[in-house]
């Protein structure tokens, strides 16, 4: 298993630029998230998933758009970046059965994103 | 509406030390869960531990423990014997159950000099 896996590692946009980052796993988890990690902050969810075809906002969800149309993949994109935008992006899964989101969250290794 | 707190933002101790994370939370569901998850330095996030609001007892891996009292909203974890390898950003999480909002910490950075 390789677990959750998120493309590209770095990324560097110009304001105004849009860009999708990919994010995939493996575990057959009903539930996917994404979380931005701000410098010296803890994380804060932008939009969820509890299975293919079904997302909600989170916390901080304007600036971005999400898709879930395989239990696999969720990408996340962002339209017209900002500086503001720049962050580490982090996604995560979770199996989603009995206690449904409280299970264990796995994370992939995040993205960095720069917005200049 | 729920909040977790991480009061302390950097600890530096010298390996073999002890050293306890605070953590002290709110929310006003009675059945949620917490959690523990480290950063080391190349980034990535690793769970440590998932307790639910009903099961207060405490518990021991290794050198890690942690201390849930529901009485003072606290899950406190302690690392014994401090090594280099601990050197990371430790977060705080909390989730209601049903819920699918984590709410995390800001984290504390703990160095272990050796």
């Known amino acids: 298993n390789a677990g959750v896996t998120q493309t590209p590692k770095f990324r560097i946009l110009k304001i105004g630029q849009s860009m999708t980052l990919q994010c995939a796993q493996d575990?057959?988890?009903?539930?996917m998230y994404w979380y931005r990690q701000d410098p010296g902050m803890g994380l804060k969810l932008i939009y969820y998933?509890?299975?293919?075809?079904?997302?909600d906002k989170g916390e901080v969800p304007n600036g971005y758009n999400v898709s879930r149309s395989t239990t696999e993949d969720f990408p996340l994109r962002l339209e017209l970046a900002a500086p503001s935008q720049t962050s580490v992006y982090f996604c995560?899964?979770?199996?989603?059965?009995?206690?449904?989101?409280?299970?264990?969250?796995?994370f992939g290794p995040g993205t960095r994103l720069t917005v200049l | 509406a729920q909040k977790v707190t991480q009061a302390q933002t950097e600890i530096s101790v010298v390996e073999k030390e002890d050293v306890t994370l605070d953590c002290v939370y709110e929310?006003?569901?009675?059945?949620?869960?917490l959690f523990w998850y480290k950063q080391p330095p190349s980034g990535e996030l690793v769970f440590l531990i998932r307790?639910?609001?009903?099961?207060?007892q405490n518990e021991i891996s290794g050198r890690y423990s942690w201390n849930f009292q529901k009485s003072t909203s606290s899950f406190n974890f302690t690392i014994t014997a401090s090594q280099v390898v601990d050197s990371a950003v430790y977060f705080c999480?909390?989730?209601?159950?049903?819920?699918?909002?984590?709410?995390f910490g800001a984290g504390t950075r703990l160095f272990v000099k050796a």
């Open positions: 998933s509890v299975g293919a075809g079904i997302t």
């Open positions: 995560a899964s979770s199996p989603g059965v009995g206690a449904g989101s409280t299970d264990t969250q796995y």
């Open positions: 999480a909390l989730c209601n159950t049903g819920g699918f909002k984590t709410i």
């Open positions: 575990m057959n988890h009903n539930y």
């Open positions: 307790r639910n609001s009903f099961d207060e």
């Open positions: 929310t006003r569901d009675t059945t949620y869960y």
